[in-house]
C-alpha cells in the first residue's frame, strides 16, 4: 500500500487532503511541522511528503532540504502547498528539491494528479532504503 505523509501546521487542511487522497486507496500519515515529519520518517516507511510551506519549527523548505541532505530519503518524492502565491516561493522550494508546487486551496484533482505522476516517476522505497 502506498503512503503519504501531509505535513501541515493547519488542521482542517491537512484533514481535507488526508479525506481526498484515502479516497483514491492512498495510507495517510500526518505531521503538524517539519521536525515531527523528519521524527515520522525515522519510524513509518512514506512514498510520497506532501507538505506546508509556512510552519512553526521548521517550515516547509527546511523540512526539504533536510529530507534531501538524507540519503535514506533522497529520491522521496516532495510536494509543497501553500497559500503563498510569490514566485520567489516556488523558486526558492524547486532549488531545494521540490517536485510540485501547488498552492492552496488546494484543488482536490490537481493534488491527486501531482501524486499519481510523482509516484510513477519514482521507484518505491525498499524497507531498506527507509
Avoid: W
Avoid at 492512498?26 to 510552519?55: P, S
Avoid at 519549527?57 to 510536494?79: F, S, T, V, W
Avoid at 493534488?111 to 505522476?117: H, M, P, Q, T
Amino acid at each position: 500500500m502506498t503512503t503519504i505523509m501531509i505535513v501541515d501546521d493547519y488542521i482542517p487542511s491537512h484533514r481535507l487532503m488526508s479525506f481526498v487522497l484515502n479516497q483514491y486507496g492512498y495510507t495517510v500519515v500526518t505531521a503538524l511541522d517539519g521536525e515531527q515529519a523528519l521524527n515520522r520518517l525515522a519510524t513509518v516507511q512514506v512514498d510520497l511528503v506532501v507538505t506546508d510551506l509556512k510552519m512553526p519549527c521548521m517550515d516547509g523548505i527546511e523540512l526539504a532540504r533536510a529530507i534531501r541532505a538524507d540519503e535514506r530519503y533522497a529520491n522521496l518524492p516532495i510536494i509543497m502547498v501553500t497559500g503563498s502565491v510569490k514566485e520567489q516561493d516556488e523558486v526558492k522550494a524547486t532549488g531545494v528539491g521540490v517536485n510540485a508546487f501547488l498552492t492552496k486551496p488546494v484543488d482536490s484533482d490537481d493534488l491527486v494528479r501531482e501524486v499519481d505522476r510523482l509516484l510513477q516517476q519514482t521507484p518505491p522505497q525498499t524497507p531498506s532504503q527507509a
